[in-house]
C-alpha cells in the first residue's frame, strides 16, 4: 500500500493549536519536537487558531510555559486574519465599535483601524466575556446605521469544565438576529482565514497543508480552500466521527509522533 500524502511536495503547513500542539494548559506528546522537526526541515509554518481573545505574545508566553517555543511571528489568529481583512478593505483610519477582548482590540489598532463607542464605520464581534446588554444594544444600532459588520470567528459555543457557553458567533448571533444583517466571518473554517494565513507565509496551495482535529473546521476548511490536510486523534474529532463524515482529511494519524515517524519516512525514501 502506498501512502498517497504529499509529504515532499509540502513546503509549508497550518497548524492549529488545541487538540494539536496542547490540551488545556498541556502540551502533547511531541508537539516541541515538531516544531523543532519542521524548523529543521525549513518547512515555514504558521500556528493558527480561531481563538481571538489573546495576543499574540500572550499566546507565545503560554505556549512557552508548557515548553513549546515560537516566535510572535509564526502565530496567526483569527484576530490578527480580522485585522488584517479589514486593512486589505480600506479600513486603515476608519472608526470600528469593537465587541471583544485584548487580542482583537490590539489586532485591529496595529492594522490602523481607531476603536470607537461612537459613530462607527465597522462592527467588530468576537468573544468577549465581558460583554453586557447595553454594548450588544449599541453594536446592533451601528450596523443598523449601515456599518459593515465582521465577525472574528464562527465558533458559537466553547468548551469549559462546567460545559459549553456562547462563543463569538453567539454574540454575533444576537446582532444578527436583531438587525437581519449577517456578518462577514473570517475565523477557520471562513476561506479567508485559511487564505490571509497562506499570504502571510507566501505560500501556495499545492506546496501547503493544514493540520488540525477537528473535521468541521480545520479539515472542511482546508479541503474548501484545495489545501491537503492531517487529522491526529488527539482533540474533538474520533474515528468514528470520520466514519459518519462526508469530510474525509487526505491523512489521519493517532498523534504527532506518528506524523513525525511518516514525514521523515517520506523525506528519506
Ligand atoms: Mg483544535
Known sequence: ??????????????IDLDGVLFRGNTALPAASDF??????????????TNNATLTPSQYVAKLHSIGILIEVEELFTSALATGLYMKQQGASGDSAYVIGEDGLRSAL?????????????????????????DRLARAALA???GARFVGSNPDVSFPTEAGLVPGAGALQAVISATTG??????GKPQPLMFELAMEQLGSIRESTAMLGDRLDTDIQGAQAVGLASIMVLTGVSTRSDLEHSAVQPTLVVDDLPVLIGLWKKALEA
Do not use: N
Not at 500500500?1 to 497550518?14: E, G, K, N, Q, V
Not at 519542521?38 to 493558527?48: K, P, S
Not at 444583517?181 to 473570517?186: A, E, G, L, M, T
Open 1 to 14: 500500500m502506498t501512502d498517497p500524502f504529499p509529504f515532499p511536495r509540502i513546503r509549508a503547513i497550518l
Open 35 to 48: 516544531i523543532q522537526f519542521l524548523r529543521e526541515q525549513g518547512i515555514a509554518f504558521r500556528l493558527i
Open 109 to 133: 489598532i496595529e492594522s490602523g483601524v481607531r476603536l470607537t463607542d461612537g459613530d462607527a464605520d465597522w462592527v467588530v464581534v468576537g468573544l468577549d466575556r465581558q460583554v453586557t446588554y
Open 143 to 145: 450596523v443598523e446605521a
Open 181 to 186: 444583517v449577517d456578518p462577514v466571518v473570517v
